[in-house]
């Protein structure tokens, strides 16, 4: 016991690793266990006919399909935008800066009924799309801006310290080595921003799959058109069916498992070549 | 951007450093905005604190409950509890938000005259399915006051309420009634008249999602009451008259006052199937805007009420709770809540409403038309049942 007290340099291990795993124990994985544990008592097959109902497989394709569409648009836009922040210097840059957080800060019910009225066809933005026949607020289009509103700041803020970090001298190696510039961002700057930027996105993905108190004001709610998978959850709840709502919430934590998972190893394949590159 | 050196770098990292310093400084105000606006939301004003002694004041709310407790246990003189001020929870619905504000005063001024004694009815509100299970799952109410019977059934499925208590209070413990109207566009452009009318092609129905909000079974429930008796009892055709009705349907919210936003708000659709109460504050919010149709038949909506038996054993409040509820049904609290558009049980009442509510309206209602809450939930709005298959493809 001694021998191994005396390796360790920083002290404290004892106990820091003591409040982590009591607090993780509090905090995630005993409600999600409990989670599980509500599905007590229901068979597979019932299990089965509940995950693969045509509305709610419909209702995951939207899921998927517009939390993927955000989480791509947002990958762009967040980079883009957390360059502007890192590396120009304008009026109103640390307001901005500090803005970004404020899709986490709103309460989403708030972020979800603002954004309904402005994108409807009614509204400002919406009226303007109106004109040339788009509709945005309760369709497909107007779920993806909502996912967009909520998962920006996880690219930004994933992306912004790995830019701040990188070492002006690259640049101007790259430049003095007669590189562009579009030559010197892709081949220099996105190779060292791609891994913060794929956490962003992943993060993004999965929040916006999960997504309930934004979305569902601006989706139409209609079957097989505009309804999301978390509002069947609710939908099961309002029926007292605790076990075929966790059912439908045992599939979106799996989907959010492996989209993280499947980065991670992605992510940590780059980061072995990048180093071993080194 | 070459003679970018360490100063000025320094100097971003210090920037980005405040910059996220002031993010977290609006991130905790806005919790803290959240947080009091919940609290506001659950504990209003003081008011009748004022009566008890200033130690009390200080204490935590939660404190209060154990001293409420000990009362009975102890056996404790009743003008010892004169004294002290009560304090009992109303777990409600949406859109009796304006009407319990109004009511609590009246209660309180009534309870004071009575007995001499403060109380403050804390008022919760959400939607009605929500709010029971909010209940089941610890929300200490001394009494529900919900949409549907069937939400309190809930509670007594899972022992918090006994049986029989629909026998409670009279008219089946629903001291007001309501009902389904449309609410449209000024001047009626679409000239909407009766459910026929909206599920002709081209209208934009706005209407909740009957799985999620229990005010929209309600609505759903009004238009089969309809399409039955319009094709003398032929089930299939009333279930495409439905399938016609939904598939209208423009925007299907998850709850009652989410429709009303989509439809008042944003303005979308042409016609609002609301309750009637909603209805009329919508109306009242902006008269020129809207005009409210009564169709030939709609639904009586009973809202149930009900003390909460364990909640009010355990603190002690089983006499104020039911008085709460027994003084809906006196005439200052019917004439409130005619006020407050919903239907008085009260026949005498309700007649001195004839200006306000279409008395000559055919209503169907659940218990002779639809068997009960358990049947017409097993029927219509099951998994795989009517609902369901309306929206199949």
Redesign the interface.
């Known amino acids: 016991m001694g021998r191994v007290k005396a390796k360790g340099i920083i002290p404290g291990f004892g106990i820091s690793m003591g409040i982590t795993v009591s607090m993780l124990s509090l905090i995630v994985l005993i409600p999600l266990i409990s989670v599980f544990l509500n599905m007590r008592g229901m068979t597979f097959a019932e299990f089965w006919h509940v995950i693969t109902d045509k509305q709610l497989v419909s209702a995951y394709k939207i899921s998927l399909g517009c939390s993927a569409l955000a989480a791509s648009i947002n990958a762009v836009f967040g980079v883009l935008l957390a360059w502007i922040l890192t590396r120009y210097q304008f009026p109103g840059r640390r307001l901005l800066d500090g803005f970004i957080e404020l899709p986490f800060a709103l309460p989403t019910a708030v972020a979800g009924i603002a954004l309904t009225t402005l994108y409807s066809d009614k509204g400002w933005v919406g009226s303007l799309f109106a004109r040339a026949g788009i509709k945005i607020s309760y369709t497909p289009a107007g779920i993806t801006i909502a996912m967009i509103f909520i998962g920006i700041p996880f690219v930004v803020r994933s992306v912004q310290p790995v830019l701040e970090k990188i070492d002006p001298k690259c640049e101007e190696a790259a430049a003095m080595l007669g590189a562009g510039k579009s030559r010197t961002f892709f081949k220099v700057i996105l190779p060292e921003i791609f891994p913060a930027a794929l956490t962003g996105f992943g993060l993004a993905f999965a929040r916006s799959i999960g997504e309930y108190g934004s979305v569902v004001f601006i989706a139409g709610n209609i079957p097989y058109k505009t309804q999301i998978a978390p509002v069947l959850i609710v939908s099961k709840l309002e029926q007292f069916n605790y076990a075929a709502a966790t059912s439908i919430a045992l599939i979106m934590i799996l989907f959010a498992f492996i989209l993280l998972f499947g980065l991670n190893l992605i992510q940590a394949r780059i980061v072995a070549r990048s180093g071993g590159g080194e | ?2 003679t ?1 050196n360490t100063r000025t ?1 320094n100097r ?2 210090k ?2 450093h ?3 310093m ?3 400084l ?2 905790a105000l ?2 803290f905005a ?1 947080l009091t606006g919940c609290s506001s939301k659950t504990a209003p004003t003081d008011g009748a604190s004022s009566a008890a002694p200033p130690a009390e004041d200080a204490a935590p709310v939660s404190e209060a409950i154990p001293e409420g407790e000990s009362l009975p246990a102890s056996e404790a003189p009743v003008a010892e509890s004169e004294l002290k001020a009560l304090e009992i929870t109303n777990v409600s619905y949406d859109p009796t938000r304006e009407l319990y504000a109004a009511y609590n005063e009246i209660f309180a001024k009534h309870w004071k005259e009575k007995t001499g004694q403060d109380v403050t009815v804390t008022q919760s509100h959400g ?1 009605s ?2 709010q029971a ?1 909010s209940v089941l799952e610890g929300n200490e109410a001394d009494v529900v006051t919900l949409a549907l019977e069937q939400d309190i059934n ?1 509670l007594v499925t899972g022992g918090l309420i006994e049986s029989g208590w629909v026998g409670e209070f009279p008219k089946n413990s629903a001291p007001y009634t309501s009902t389904i109207v449309f609410l449209v566009r000024k001047d009626n452009p679409k000239s909407i008249k009766d459910w026929d009318d909206i599920v002709k092609p081209g209208i934009e129905i706005i209407t909740p ?1 009957p ?4 005010g929209a079974r309600w609505n759903f429930l009004a238009a089969w009451g309809f399409a039955l008796d319009l094709y003398q009892g032929d089930e299939e055709k009333t279930t495409q008259f439905l399938k016609d009705l939904y598939g209208n ?6 709850g009652a006052r ?1 429709s009303t ?2 439809f008042v ?4 659709g042409d016609v609002l199937l609301a309750w009637e109460n909603e209805a009329f504050l919508s109306l009242l919010e902006h008269p020129d805007d809207f005009e409210i149709v009564t169709p030939s038949i709609s639904i009586l909506a009973q809202p149930s009420v009900a003390v909460v038996d364990e909640v009010v054993d355990k603190r002690g409040t089983r006499e104020v709770a039911a008085a709460y509820l027994e003084f809906l049904y006196s005439d200052e609290a019917q004439f409130l809540e005619g006020q407050n558009f919903y239907r008085p049980s009260n026949p005498d009442i309700l007649a001195g409403f004839a200006d306000t509510f279409d008395l000559n309206l055919k209503l169907v209602n659940i218990d002779d038309d639809f068997g009960g809450w358990t049947a017409a ?1 097993a029927k219509f ?3 795989d049942a009517i609902f ?1 298959q309306i ?3």
């Open positions: 951007m070459r970018t770098k971003r990292t920037k980005t405040r910059g996220k002031f993010a977290a609006l991130f806005s919790a959240a939607g399915g929500k299970r809930e999602d799985k999620t909000s229990g349907v423009t925007v299907l919210d998850s989410g936003t989509t708000e944003n303005g979308q939930t709005f099951a998994d369901d929206y199949k493809q």
